[in-house]
């Protein structure tokens, strides 16, 4: 994408008159250019995210236990969610990869896209302070964080809880497969409870992917 086509994404989305773009330009761009990257800006927007959120959800579930409450917190900042967002706002068109990665599928990666989503979150706290965070993460979260009105129960608590309650031994998680490269690594993990056939599924991240075996066995079995 060219650089005016970039500064009218960024004025589109983020509002007002952006101060430093050379901040979001490095937002956008991913270790494989050999450029200063996003990881510091990730790092900051990843705190942003979370704070914003955790208000949000305080101020809205003010019936929830602080369980409950981390639930929704754990699923609104995943990674999966960020990249979620980024592809409604076709980030990934404006990602600077270096070649390998961007032949390797970067662009459309999990990973790479939630961390480009935080990454460009922490370029707009430090350019337009906190409020205009708050605005932006509020308009694109927001209907995440009110489309299921009660909180969702972890699918590996509600598997242990499940097992729990008939008397089984607990589940036990294993890496079965990881593959690809660091920036869209695949794992497969698998669940087993005693006296059923093992369960298994993928995802972008060990825990992301426990927690589709899980879900996955709940739905077989439960």
Not at 4 to 23: I, N, P, S
Not at 118 to 146: C, K
Request: glycine residues 8%; negative net charge.
């Amino acid at each position: 994408m060219s650089e005016k086509k970039q500064h009218a994404w960024l004025t589109r989305h983020f509002g007002g008159e952006l101060r430093d773009l050379e901040l979001f330009d490095r937002a956008l761009t991913h270790g494989s250019t050999g450029k200063a990257d996003y990881q510091r800006l990730e790092f900051l927007g990843d705190r942003v995210l979370g704070l914003v959120i955790a208000d949000a959800l305080y101020a809205n579930f003010p019936g929830e236990p602080e369980g409950r409450l981390s639930h929704r917190l754990n699923g609104l900042v995943s990674g999966e969610a960020c990249a979620e967002v980024a592809r409604k706002l076709s980030v990934g068109e404006l990602v600077s990869l270096g070649k390998q990665a961007r032949d390797d599928g970067a662009q459309d990666s999990d990973n790479v896209l939630g961390d480009i989503m935080e990454s460009l979150i922490g370029a707009l706290y430090l350019d337009q302070g906190l409020e205009a965070a708050r605005h932006f993460i509020l308009a694109h979260w927001e209907p995440m964080m009110t489309a299921e009105r009660s909180a969702p129960k972890h699918p590996k608590s509600a598997l242990q809880e499940w097992c729990a309650a008939n008397n089984w031994k607990n589940p036990e998680y294993a890496v079965t497969r990881k593959e690809g490269p660091p920036h869209r690594m695949r794992f497969e993990v698998t669940v087993t409870v005693k006296g059923f056939d093992p369960v298994s599924a993928e995802a972008a991240s060990k825990q992301a992917a426990e927690t589709a075996a899980a879900k996955a066995f709940l739905e077989a079995y439960s």
